[in-house]
């Protein structure tokens, strides 16, 4: 088995490049350019994105959330707490 593999990547090895059609090395310097254009983007999109980070607050909490800001509105209570604020037991939704 490893022999004919050998055998196989000789031969592979032996090929000659076939670097004279009538459009070789024609795609290196528009491939160049595409990179550079990328990497140009690149940098600048990143350096945006820093400008406008550094415009950002530090932290987006409030220092002193009002009342009714103190839970947010989608928290729901657990279900271990069956009693309401008043003491009352609480219902189930159609009992």
């Known amino acids: ?7 196989i990547a000789g031969l592979l090895a ?12 024609k795609a290196s310097p528009f491939g160049l350019v595409i990179v550079v254009i990328l990497l140009i983007g690149t ?21 002193h959330p009002e ?4 839970v947010d509105d989608g928290t729901v209570d657990l279900p271990g707490s069956a ?10 939704p159609g009992s």
Do not use: C, Y
Not at 47 to 63: G, I
């Open 1 to 7: 088995m490893t022999q004919s593999l050998v055998l």
């Open 14 to 25: 032996d090929e000659v490049p076939r670097d004279t059609g009538p459009d070789f090395g």
């Open 43 to 63: 940098f600048l999109l990143v350096w945006s994105m820093n400008r406008h980070l550094k415009k950002l607050p530090e932290s987006f909490d409030r220092d």
């Open 67 to 70: 009342p009714d800001q103190a």
């Open 83 to 92: 009693a309401t604020d008043d003491g009352t037991p609480r219902r189930e």
